[in-house]
T-cell receptor, first 113, second 113 residues
Framework: ETGVTQSPTHLIKTRGQQVTLRCSSQ?????VSWYQQALGQGPQFIFQ???????GRGNFPPRFSGLQFPNYSSELNVNALELDDSALYLC????????????FGSGTRLTVV | GNSVTQMEGPVTLSEEAFLTINCTYT??????LFWYVQYPGEGLQLLLK?????DKGSNKGFEATYRKETTSFHLEKGSVQVSDSAVYFC????????????FGSGTRLQVQP
């Protein structure tokens, strides 16, 4: 197992710009989810991908989009950045089955100025 | 919808004290329940889990029992250490379809020597 790796670790963007965050999941983990964690709060579910298709979305606007690739990597894209998008973005992956918890990466800290 | 309520922190204890962090949930059906821990500047680590009523999850001296009748999953540890200082999140996920995690707001634990 190689764990879940996210890049970059920190990022500063200007309001209105676009950003792409990347995640490399553990081999065999065909479910990947992205979460937004604002300072001092619990993570909020953005969306989930299963076998390269989105199969669930939280209460986030369409400017948040994603991709999952066959090599267990994935991306989170955010367009038209707003100041409130400043947060820690966490990627989490899970193997097949319903009884397992998710393995989280260390996150990307995004600051929008 | 699903929701998780945790006791507010910070919780400040002396080393070797007994720890309880309360967690209650609202969910459809019988979710899986989790405790995650977040150390400063890091992502989330799965601490323990329980997938059905009366299951007890345990790890590193921490325990939590899935109580369906009280919809609770309180975290306990008999003797805390300074190294246990972190933020603890209670979470749940459904067992079918989208298995997104719903988190509580987190409880910060500070253990003093």
């Amino acid at each position: 197992e190689t764990g879940v790796t996210q890049s970059p670790t920190h990022l500063i963007k200007t309001r209105g710009q676009q950003v792409t965050l990347r995640c490399s999941s553990q081999s065999g983990h065909n479910t990947v989810s992205w979460y937004q964690q604002a300072l001092g709060q619990g993570p909020q579910f953005i969306f989930q991908y299963y076998r390269e298709e989105e199969n669930g979305r939280g209460n986030f606007p369409p400017r948040f989009s994603g991709l999952q690739f066959p090599n267990y990597s994935s991306e989170l894209n955010v367009n038209a950045l707003e100041l409130d998008d400043s947060a820690l973005y966490l990627c989490a992956s899970s193997p097949p089955g319903t009884a397992f918890g998710y393995t989280f990466g260390s996150g990307t800290r995004l600051t929008v100025v | 919808g699903n929701s998780v309520t945790q006791m507010e922190g910070p919780v400040t204890l002396s080393e070797e004290a007994f720890l309880t962090i309360n967690c209650t949930y609202t969910a459809t059906g019988y979710p899986s329940l989790f405790w995650y821990v977040q150390y400063p500047g890091e992502g989330l680590q799965l601490l323990l889990k329980a997938t059905k009523a009366d299951d007890k999850g345990s790890n590193k001296g921490f325990e939590a029992t899935y109580r369906k009748e009280t919809t609770s999953f309180h975290l306990e540890k008999g003797s805390v250490q300074v190294s246990d200082s972190a933020v603890y999140f209670c979470a749940l996920s459904g067992k079918t379809g989208r298995r997104a995690l719903t988190f509580g707001s987190g409880t910060r634990l500070q253990v003093q020597p």
